[in-house]
Nanobody
Framework: QAQLVESGGGLVQAGGSLRLSCAASGRTFTGYRMGWFRQAPGKEREFVAAIRYFSGTSYADSVKGRFTISRDNAKNTVYLQMNSLKPEDTAVYYC?????????????WGQGTQVTVSS
């Protein structure tokens, strides 16, 4: 059974940094555009960033210039470096394969990793 495992979240002050990781078991990232979503309390899950298999990234306007997505195809892992964090970045962060319209491709999700940014 395929499983996504996100890690690296935590509590950080505004202006701080965190690096999230996403690994998979039972499912390869090979060939997939991969990325991150987040869901804040009371809000719908939203697109954050995506990266193609070989290159090419895209970001939500709210995180451009602050977040950087990367991947290690040999390790089947995707990363999200988050700098200059703001309280509005507080959310549970999830990874998934991402379609060209920035919607999730896979029906299953991991448990996510909580990011809390204090002001």
């Amino acid at each position: 059974q395929a499983q996504l495992v996100e890690s690296g979240g935590g509590l950080v002050q505004a202006g701080g940094s965190l690096r999230l990781s996403c690994a998979a078991s039972g499912r390869t990232f090979t060939g997939y555009r991969m990325g991150w979503f987040r869901q804040a309390p009371g809000k719908e899950r939203e697109f954050v960033a995506a990266i193609r298999y070989f290159s090419g990234t895209s970001y939500a306007d709210s995180v451009k210039g602050r977040f950087t997505i990367s991947r290690d195809n040999a390790k089947n892992t995707v990363y999200l470096q988050m700098n200059s964090l703001k309280p509005e970045d507080t959310a549970v962060y999830y990874c998934n394969a991402i379609k060209s319209d920035d919607k999730p491709q896979w029906a299953f999700w991991g448990q996510g990793t909580q990011v809390t940014v204090s002001s």
